[in-house]
């Protein structure tokens, strides 16, 4: 398994922009697709995003379409969650996860069972 670290979170007011990073250690980052995932006050996590090892395929959840950009950084052995006019719906503790795999534009699905390994989160509040 390789080991995740997330950072980047914060307090921020809604329309504001934040970017999460989250860098990967141990095995070798490049055979992994990523995902981001979120667990909201009260709430089970949810998928968010995700990439292919190549970085040229991506999924989204429907909640942060068009807001929210996952990217990477293989060189860096990171993976990055720009996100833009958050919303106070936003604010959850963000995970990243990751799934090995040996085929490039594979992107891990949206259940949580698809992924192998976990960061420990970061917390992101979004303040109306």
């Known amino acids: 398994q390789v080991q995740l670290v997330e950072s980047g979170g914060g307090l921020v007011l809604a329309g504001a922009s934040l970017r999460l990073s989250c860098a990967a250690s141990g095995r070798t980052f490049s055979k992994y697709a990523m995902g981001w995932f979120r667990r909201a006050p009260g709430m089970e996590r949810e998928f968010v995003a995700a990439i292919s090892w190549s970085g040229g395929s991506t999924l989204y959840a429907d909640s942060v379409k068009g807001r929210f950009t996952i990217s990477r950084d293989n060189a860096k052995d990171t993976v990055y969650l720009q996100m833009n006019s958050l919303k106070p719906e936003d604010t959850a503790v963000y995970y990243c996860?990751?799934?090995?795999?040996?085929?490039?534009?594979?992107?891990?699905?949206?259940?949580?069972?698809?992924?192998?390994?976990w960061g420990q989160g970061t917390q992101v509040t979004v303040s109306s």
């Open positions: 996860a990751a799934k090995g795999t040996y085929h490039n534009e594979y992107v891990a699905g949206i259940s949580q069972d698809d992924y192998d390994s």
